[in-house]
């Protein structure tokens, strides 16, 4: 059973701190691991796909780097409006169709 | 602007009723799921359909219904029979069905039952 673990559940950081979220995941063979962002009462929004070890993706102060055990979200000098959670999901081998395993996210609170 | 349109934003019923949430897409996508979420918990897929008149069962489909008769639509019934229906209920579609087809999201219905 695929299975994926976010810490930490919760992160508050000052303006400006950079700082990291992480995912790990066991996972019968990765086709693809995704990050997600979502605002409160709203849907997740996509922001990444990683394929492979090694890999990495941007986008404006957002890093996601991939291992074969876990990914980091890196957020460089962060504003309030980074505030959100932000959601790991694997896709494997296992199960039918597409069937995507979600971490239970990472509450970021960025404060002025 | 294309998106998924998820009605109505919050629902309110009485236990042992059934109630159906409305999800629509005009991103002419073939694949609409549907997903529950709870707090601490990580989404957990009810029903998925890939064509019309197609769907199959996610992890806990139990005490859920669905139908796909039209390519954009993908409505959820919460039946009398799911014993925990108090949730937030996500919509999604997906272009294709592999890694390369992210999932995009409505922005939900809250259910609550009381």
């Known amino acids: 059973e695929d299975q994926v673990t976010q810490s930490p559940e919760a992160l508050r950081l000052q303006e400006g701190e950079s700082s990291s979220l992480n995912c790990s995941y066991t996972?019968?063979?990765?086709?693809?691991l995704f990050w997600y962002r979502q605002d409160p009462g709203k849907g997740p929004e996509f922001l990444f796909t990683l394929y492979s070890a090694g890999e990495e993706k941007e986008k404006e102060r957002l890093k996601a780097t991939l291992t074969k055990k876990e990914s980091f979200l890196h957020i460089t000098a962060p504003k309030p409006e980074d505030s959100a959670t932000y959601l790991c999901a694997v896709l494997g081998l296992s199960g039918s169709a597409r069937q995507l395993t979600f971490g239970s996210g990472t509450q970021l609170t960025v404060l002025p | 602007d294309g998106g998924i349109t998820q009605s109505p934003k919050y629902l309110f019923r009485k236990e042992g009723q059934n109630v159906t949430l409305s999800c629509e897409q005009n991103?002419?996508?073939?694949?609409m799921y549907w997903y529950r979420q709870d707090p601490g918990q990580g989404l957990r897929l009810i029903y998925y359909?890939?064509?019309?008149?197609?769907?199959q069962k996610g992890d806990i489909a139990e005490g859920y219904s669905v139908s796909r008769e039209k390519k954009e639509s993908f409505p959820l019934t919460v039946t009398s029979a799911q014993k925990n229906p108090t949730a937030f209920y996500l919509c999604?579609?997906?272009?294709?069905?592999?890694?390369?087809?992210?999932?995009?999201f409505g922005n939900g219905t809250r259910l609550t039952v009381t």
């Open positions: 991103l002419n996508h073939d694949a």
């Open positions: 999604a579609s997906s272009m294709g069905y592999g890694r390369d087809s992210p999932l995009h």
């Open positions: 996972v019968s063979g990765l086709r693809g």
């Open positions: 359909s890939q064509i019309v008149n197609d769907f």
